[in-house]
């Protein structure tokens, strides 16, 4: 199976080509039609189908031990809680307090200040250091609506992976995922159907590239 790699192209599609038991983590934040004006365009309609679909796939390419980080909205988590557990044993939402309100807010309701990321495995995967379920990031800012902090993601990474094991995102949006496996020395897969976000990830990857000798 080839690794370091990332496909521009429909997640079903991508999916399909990689092997049986093959992932050791999938970390995402998958579309959950979040209002944003990037993401207007091609949102609609994805908001109850896109886990149904993806979720067996993910569940085929997961190792028997694998682990999976799934980001999630507080108004989706109910119907994704159910769907998830179908194929995968929960063991904690974990919260990522963003110590900020995240600018998503009305004069009707309480700030947003967090987000909650589903973590399950397949079977059982032993997490390799005690992790508080509550986690903050050190990053101060944002370049795109809904971009997660590297610093976050290598919190997920390195609490179910060791070094050269394989981490899958299907939904990589900007690459902070795939910056976070490079930086913690982790293989990766990732997947994108926006083409613009893909070719900012490939230069994102041979920036990386030239500060960081890849294993």
């Not at 800012?141 to 609490?159: N, R």
């Amino acid at each position: 199976m080839e690794k370091n790699i990332i496909y521009n192209e429909d997640c079903l599609n991508a999916l399909s080509k990689i092997p049986d038991n093959s992932i050791d983590c999938i970390v995402t934040d998958p579309p959950y039609g979040t209002k944003t004006t990037f993401r207007d365009g091609w949102m609609v309609g994805e908001r109850s189908n896109v886990m149904p679909l993806v979720l067996p796939e993910l569940f085929r390419v997961l190792k028997d031990d694998g682990a999976f980080y799934c980001f999630t909205s507080f108004s989706k988590m109910s119907e994704w809680l159910l769907r998830f557990e179908q194929y995968f044993k929960l063991h904690n939402i974990i919260i990522w307090d963003k110590q900020r309100h995240s600018g998503c807010y009305s004069s009707n309701a309480w700030q947003y200040t967090w987000e909650g990321i589903f973590f399950g495995t397949k079977n059982s995967r032993k997490v390799r250091e005690y992790m508080p379920d509550v986690i903050r990031s050190t990053q101060k800012g944002k370049k795109k609506a809904m971009e997660k902090p590297v610093d976050i993601l290598q919190q997920l990474i390195k609490a179910s992976t060791d070094k050269g094991m394989i981490v899958l995102d299907p939904f990589m949006g900007t690459g902070s995922t795939i910056e976070a496996c490079i930086t913690t020395e982790r293989n990766y897969i990732g997947i994108e159907i926006n083409k613009d976000f893909y070719k900012g990830v490939e230069n994102r990857i041979e920036m990386l590239k030239s500060q960081t000798k890849l294993f």
